[in-house]
């Protein structure tokens, strides 16, 4: 996965040292070339909704490990735990992060139920709001905000149909 900066300066991407390996959360400067490892050691079995900028591009929440988000800032230190799944059962994917109703997008999949719920989570620490939730074989788990933040546009399949959703 790679992610542009909201001022399309900066990308994130996933760095991976062949030799062990190890993966990493690493962020690239465009202007000077420069890039860096922001965490390292993050769960290499995840590979799609693993990161996501905040709309100011100060901070990046990422997915540590299963069912676990931490937040750090765009030009390191120390990451923050940001939100965890109650149960090992529990995955949770960050997908966007809005600035105008202060919320990250995240897909929280229950393994044992076959569910999965699009939340938002406020970018300030709580609980996840539901927004929609159906059968993991019906809706995507990836989903994005609309530029005001008012709509999540996403894909529903029933019945081997796919439809866009708002």
């Not at 542009?4 to 062949?18: A, C, F, H, N, T």
């Not at 690239?28 to 591009?57: M, R």
């Not at 809005?98 to 939340?119: A, E, M, T, Y």
């Amino acid at each position: 996965q790679i992610r542009l900066s909201p001022d399309g300066r900066k990308v994130l991407y996933i760095g991976i040292q062949e030799k062990e390996p190890i993966y990493s959360i690493r962020v690239q400067d465009f202007a000077s070339g420069q890039s860096k490892t922001l965490v390292e050691g993050i769960d290499g079995n995840y590979w799609t909704h693993i990161f996501c900028w905040s709309p100011d591009g100060n901070k990046v929440v990422y997915l540590s490990r299963r069912g676990e988000l931490m937040m750090i800032n765009s030009a390191g230190g120390k990451p923050v735990p940001f939100w965890a799944a109650p149960d090992k059962e529990t995955e949770v994917f960050p997908l966007d992060w809005s600035g105008q109703n202060h919320s990250i997008l995240v897909s929280i999949l229950d393994q044992s139920q076959h569910k999965v719920r699009l939340s938002m989570l406020p970018e300030s620490g709580g609980e996840p709001r539901p927004i929609v939730s159906a059968d993991i074989s019906e809706l995507e788990y990836w989903a994005q905000f609309s530029p005001d933040g008012k709509f999540v546009v996403g894909r529903k399949t029933k019945d081997k149909n796919n439809d866009a959703y708002v």
